[in-house]
């Protein structure tokens, strides 16, 4: 499986403080997505970094990949209560038909306490 | 508009029931997914449809039956579920069909079902 594992699981940090989150994938990738969901609502897209790119910046976010360890960060600075969510990373993989699929990963539980 | 509309957004049914989900885009985009997700999980992708025609089938059992009417529309049909299939059902889309790299999924917000 594409899936990818994130890390960690979960934290809680205090509002204003930075939060880093860790994506590890299996194979070769086009691009990795982050996305966001609000409890129990659907998901929000946050960034895409092709697999030629390193570091990419949106707002408060900003991405980092490298494909020589498979793996890309989240990090949201100074965050606020409103960023509590559970965020997920997607890689693209094979379907069963042969078709290009988006694969989630486990997600990482975010809190932000005020 | 920017929105992918999913009916109802909550479903209680009994496993003899037949029931059917509902999704709308008016975006223009060419693929529509169903995703099914339970509670502290990853979404799991069921169906892709591109240009209307279905392109994925994720081993899904026939107990779920996709429609994909126009290129707006995406149905998800329900008929004799099991307590194990409740969960939160996404549905989303993409500009572009299957095959496309770089493609960002916009989703509705949900139908979460329960299967008595």
């Known amino acids: 499986s594409q899936q990818g594992e994130e890390d960690p699981q979960a934290l809680s940090i205090q509002e204003g403080e930075n939060a880093t989150m860790n994506c590890s994938y299996k194979t070769s990738i086009n691009n990795l997505q982050w996305y966001r969901q609000n409890s129990g609502r659907g998901l929000v897209h946050l960034i895409l970094?092709?697999?030629?790119?390193r570091e990419k910046h949106s707002g408060r976010l900003r991405v980092t990949l490298d494909t020589s360890k498979k793996s890309s960060s989240l990090l949201i600075t100074a965050s606020r209560a409103a960023d509590t969510a559970s965020y997920f990373c997607a890689t693209d993989a094979l379907g069963i038909q042969g078709a290009q699929k988006l694969v989630f990963g486990q997600g990482t539980r975010l809190t932000i306490n005020p | 508009d920017t929105e992918v509309t999913q009916t109802p957004k909550h479903l209680v049914m009994g496993m003899t029931n037949k029931k059917s989900l509902k999704c709308e885009q008016h975006m223009g985009h060419r693929a529509m997914y169903w995703y099914k997700q339970k509670a502290k999980k990853p979404p799991e992708l069921m169906f892709v449809y591109s240009y209307e025609k279905l392109s994925i089938n994720e081993s899904v059992p026939s107990r779920f039956s996709p429609e994909c009417p126009n290129s707006s529309l995406l149905n998800l049909h329900l008929h004799a579920l099991q307590p194990e299939d409740s969960a939160l059902y996404l549905c989303?889309?993409?500009?572009f069909g299957v095959g496309y790299t770089n493609e960002k999924l916009f989703f509705g917000s949900g139908t979460q079902l329960s299967v008595l």
């Open positions: 970094i092709r697999s030629n790119e």
């Open positions: 989303a889309s993409s500009q």
